[in-house]
Nanobody, 114 residues
Framework: QVQLVESGGGLVQSGGSLRLSCAVS????????MGWYRQAPGRQRELVAT???????NYGDSVKGRFTISRDNAKSTVYLQMNSLKPEDTAVYYC????????WGKGTQVTVSS
């Protein structure tokens, strides 16, 4: 079965950086679409960034210019480099892949202190 394992979350001060990773296992070696979403308390889940196998990217407006998504198809892993973090970036970050189906990771907490 397909599993998405996220890592790299934690507590960081405002202005700091974190790098999230999501490794995919269980049979989907090169998903068509890989990405990240986040959900803060009391808010809906929102797009952070996605990347296709061809390298096309899409970012949420609030993270453009600060976050960078990348993927290593050989490792079936997607990354999210987060720079210039703000307290409003605090959320649970979920890895997402879309192939024949959509799959979600369990999430990793990112907390940015002011």
């Amino acid at each position: 079965q397909v599993q998405l394992v996220e890592s790299g979350g934690g507590l960081v001060q405002s202005g700091g950086s974190l790098r999230l990773s999501c490794a995919v296992s269980g049979g989907i070696f090169i998903p068509n679409l890989m990405g990240w979403y986040r959900q803060a308390p009391g808010r809906q889940r929102e797009l952070v960034a996605t990347m296709t196998t061809g390298g096309s990217t899409n970012y949420g407006d609030s993270v453009k210019g600060r976050f960078t998504i990348s993927r290593d198809n050989a490792k079936s892993t997607v990354y999210l480099q987060m720079n210039s973090l703000k307290p409003e970036d605090t959320a649970v970050y979920y890895c997402n892949i879309v192939d024949a189906r959509t799959y979600w990771g369990k999430g990793t907490q990112v907390t940015v202190s002011s």
